[in-house]
């Protein structure tokens, strides 16, 4: 059977806007509101689908992925820093460091696991396919352990409804990789490929995330697509955005059945910049399909 594929009027731009590299959304049920940042930008965004009106936050410099925390606010990886945000007094608290001997590397994506552990990776900045990247996971107590190496672009992670299968992509290798999980300890083993798509195919997989059926949906950056995975890596559905770089992904919403997808405009030309005008944009998608709701950091 062929993947069902979604686009045109299915797929609405709920905000438009210009994000460079818009990313990492996450719903918060308590405000009913979606963070989302623009890396590039120094911005942390609050988007309320009700009025559809966007908040936004300044940083003093990159902020690269964000999640919720349980004691309030956001935790979030900066450029080689965990960090803590408070929108509320807009107080950023400053954690640990990493690859401080690495310069050209920057953190990238990152999400927290069913207990409240938070895991964000990074990337070589200058040589998007170089190697040196590596996956952290930073516990309750926020200590950090460094979990995977030789990482060729960090990118998005999830986990099985069962929480016993994590899912990492690393944007250069093509591929999406699983892991068994050990939720007791935090524990990955038995790393092997869940999803590839041909390098020559002009996309790369990004950020994603898994839906309460234990379907995976990754973006497609370069060809503007997300691909909606079953859970032995089969292709179930194919979502067509209006705009070539559409990066990420998360459910929200009352009943958490609402797509929202983040968009960039970085590295494009005016040219493709006139062909897809609402790059960097928000955009929605009503799926009926059930998300799982986004688990806070817990330290």
Not at 133 to 152: A, E, H, I, K
């Amino acid at each position: 059977m062929n993947p069902q594929t979604i686009s045109g009027e299915a797929i609405e731009c709920v905000l438009p806007w210009k994000a460079n590299v818009g990313e990492s959304p996450v719903w918060h049920p308590g405000e009913r509101r979606l963070y989302w940042i623009d890396i590039q930008g120094k911005q942390i965004h609050r988007f309320d689908p009700v009025t559809r009106k966007n908040e936004t936050f300044d940083l003093p410099e990159i902020v690269t992925c964000i999640q919720l925390r349980a004691a309030g606010g956001l935790v979030l990886t900066l450029k080689k820093k965990f960090a803590f945000y408070d929108p509320q007094t807009n107080h950023l608290e400053e954690l640990t460091a990493v690859e401080q001997d690495q310069p050209d590397n920057r953190f990238n994506d990152g999400k927290c696991d069913p207990q409240g552990r938070f895991w964000a990776g990074s990337m070589n900045a200058r040589n998007w396919k170089e190697p040196s990247g590596n996956l952290y996971r930073m516990n309750p107590d926020r200590s950090v352990t460094r979990m995977q190496s030789q990482v060729v672009c960090s990118n998005g992670s999830g986990w099985s409804p069962d929480g016993r299968t994590m899912y990492y992509t690393e944007s250069f290798r093509y591929t999406v990789f699983a892991f068994d999980f050990d939720p007791a300890s935090g524990a990955i083993s038995n790393r092997r490929p869940f999803a590839q798509i041909d390098p020559n195919s002009g996309g790369f997989p990004d950020g994603m995330t898994v839906d309460a059926e234990g379907f995976v949906w990754s973006n497609q950056v370069g060809v503007g697509k997300i691909l909606r995975y079953d859970p032995e890596g089969k292709i179930e559905r194919i979502l067509q955005l209006p705009v070539p770089r559409a990066t990420d992904c998360t459910f929200g919403g009352e009943d958490l059945s609402t797509l929202y997808v983040t968009s960039a405009r970085e590295t494009m030309t005016p040219e493709q910049l006139q062909q897809a005008p609402l790059s960097g944009s928000l955009f929605a998608v009503q799926t009926g399909i059930r998300g799982m709701p986004a688990t806070p950091f817990a330290g």
